[in-house]
């Protein structure tokens, strides 16, 4: 059965055996640190610019002539009659067909 | 700009708790370069973070909290890499200065899923209540009690029933 004692004993014999030196200091990681946040503030500032910049361009498109609403739409002049030209040898026009029942 | 005051404090946490952070991590990974690099990680957050904490007296449980966390979201991320960290301790001791009982254990603590090897770590090596513990793995007392008893139970499947029989000493 593993006890309680026999982990804590474990552990406190890995820890009695020593450690290979650290490989970093604080002044390394505060250097990274740094770099990590100028990193971020660029990417930061690069996003804000490029998402203006996106803005007035979206503005700008919609604001041109041609993507405006188009006015007022009048219906064209329907053809006068005499004027549709029949070819002589056209086919006569079919009878409307009446639905059943009707005369 | 780095805040000189903040830079202060960091370095000085860093003087007092990077050994032993180092070590905790160590028993979680199982490899000292690992440990290394997470530990390293695990600072880096905290100096990060730094500026935006109200309060900054208690860094140590705090830097414990990012050690474990970051330990586990590592453990989570290398399931879906091609390159598999063992569970195994890649390291194992071989000189005389540990006996052959801790030997095994700690072996066998590496099988131990990396969750329930957290628990045993911070319970009974950094002596953290069930409460405090839960913090540091943001999971309830009853998830820590479970994991911890699992993780021992798992160890006693490993080591056979004659394990305890085995002298403890250090």
Redesign the interface.
């Known amino acids: 059965m593993v006890r309680e004692q026999d982990v804590r004993a474990a552990f406190a014999a890995l820890n009695a055996r020593g450690a290979p030196p650290l490989a970093v200091t604080a002044e390394d990681l505060i250097e990274c640190g740094d770099r990590v946040r100028k990193r971020r503030k660029k990417t930061l500032a690069a996003a804000c610019t490029g998402l203006a910049v996106a803005v007035v361009l979206a503005g700008v498109f919609v604001a041109l002539p041609e993507h405006r609403a188009p006015g007022e739409i009048t219906p064209a002049r329907l053809p006068d009659s005499t004027s549709i030209f029949v070819p002589p040898d056209a086919p006569p026009m079919p009878e409307p067909v009446r639905p059943p029942g009707q005369r | 700009m780095?805040d000189p005051i903040w830079?202060a404090e960091?370095?000085a946490c860093?003087?007092r708790c990077?050994?032993g952070m180092?070590?905790t991590t160590?028993?979680l990974c199982g490899d000292?370069h690992e440990a290394?690099d997470l530990m390293?990680a695990a600072?880096?957050k905290l100096?990060?973070a730094g500026p935006r904490l109200a309060r900054r007296e208690g860094l140590e449980p705090y830097l414990r909290r990012i050690v474990v966390r970051t330990f586990l979201a590592e453990r989570r991320r290398v399931r879906w890499r091609r390159e598999r960290v063992t569970d195994a301790p890649p390291e194992v001791?071989q000189?005389a200065?540990?006996?052959e009982?801790?030997l095994v254990?700690?072996q066998a603590?590496g099988t131990v899923p990396p969750r329930q090897r957290a628990v045993?770590?911070l319970r009974?090596?950094t002596d953290l209540s069930v409460e405090e513990t839960a913090a540091a793995l943001k999971c309830s007392t009853g998830t820590v009690k479970s994991q911890g008893s699992r993780g021992?139970v798992a160890?006693?499947r490993i080591?056979g029933?004659d394990?305890?029989d085995l002298p403890?000493?250090?």
Do not use: T
Request: charge should be negative.
């Open positions: 780095s830079n960091f370095s860093f003087d990077a050994g180092r070590f160590y028993l000292w290394e390293q600072f880096l100096y990060l001791p000189d200065a540990i006996s009982d801790k254990l700690w603590l045993l770590v009974y090596w021992l160890l006693r080591l029933p394990f305890a403890v000493e250090v």
